[in-house]
């Protein structure tokens, strides 16, 4: 199965700002709540938001959206133990700070990636 796997990084960020995900952007909405509702819609497979850290705000975010979430360690090893908690065997991910990703862009890379029978394929930014 796949796996949309978006990757959040809470802040302040090494300015002491905010993290950018969290940032409000339009109607008061933060940036993630952008990203996450075009994942939602699109349909591509059950969504993971991984927190590098803990993040409240973050977690938050996710159970509105009604996605699981999980937060702690680094990018690769939420990303690694969440495929194999579920049995995925791949992953789509996502940078969370992406609030206009493009859902068509994606499964045209997901396309591309199957057919190739590849074990990892480094896609171009899906904006």
């Known amino acids: 199965m796949v796996r949309v796997i ?3 990084t ?6 002491a700002e905010p993290s950018t995900i969290s940032m409000p952007v339009r109607d008061g909405r933060p940036l993630g709540d952008f990203t996450l509702a075009r994942l939602k819609a699109a349909n591509l497979g059950p969504i993971t938001l991984c927190i590098m850290g803990h993040s409240t705000e973050l977690a938050e975010l996710a159970a509105h959206h009604g996605i699981e979430h999980v937060s702690g360690g680094s990018f690769g090893e939420l990303a690694t133990a969440t495929l194999a ?3 995925d065997d791949t992953a789509i991910l996502v940078d969370g700070r992406a609030g206009l990703i493009s859902p068509t862009v994606l499964r045209a890379q997901l396309a591309r990636h199957v ?6 394929t480094f896609a171009p930014f899906a904006a």
């Open 6 to 8: 978006v990757a959040a």
């Open 10 to 15: 809470p802040g302040p960020d090494v300015f």
């Open 85 to 87: 908690r579920h049995g």
């Open 115 to 120: 057919a190739s029978g590849a074990k990892l």
